[in-house]
């Protein structure tokens, strides 16, 4: 069953509704890697964002049913590294709400659960969107079977976005400008210093 789940920056300012949420719609993933790390450090909000092996949760879906209804004045976005994803979130509170690609286009957003008021894995996640399908960007030595499932969750994610792309046309709601695709606000690119700050916080 799909459900709608109101989405909020922690002190309110940024407010909105995510659409349409289910195992279905979405693609529930856990990722390690020391960019996603290095985001929850910067943010300072590691405690909300990290568990204990330091990964984060996160729900990748269709931008489109991502609805930010006030607030816009607060968004940022910043880039950890210099390829990874533009990644967005509430100023005001230091709130992530979702990673996408450098431009508009095709559709791709992952979610941090916090901003629908959940940690990673909590059961209320997982009803919202089911299970942690695979992990992205697992340390290695990767055993064969979480292999595979990655393959698999990559797989399923590009079929998807194929899907929403040819049926919804070229995505830039809601942080993307409609006509050139750019990203609504500059994405704040770190400093070598900051980045090596953030790095000593890697685990
Ligand atoms: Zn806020
Ligand atoms: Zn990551």
Redesign the pocket.
Known sequence: MATDAPMSCSCGKVTGMIRGLSPASTNHVR???????A?AHYLGRADDMLDEGGY?N?FQMNPRDFEIHQGHEHLAAVRITDT?PVRWYADCCKTPLGNTFPRGGMPFLGVLPICIGHKGTSSAVVDLVGPVRAV??EKPPIPLGSRLRTMGMIMRLFTKMAIWRIRFGKSWKPFFDEHTLRPIRKPIKLTDAEREALAAKVI
């Open positions: 990722c390690p890697c020391d960019a996603c790390q985001y984060s996160i990874g992205g960007f």
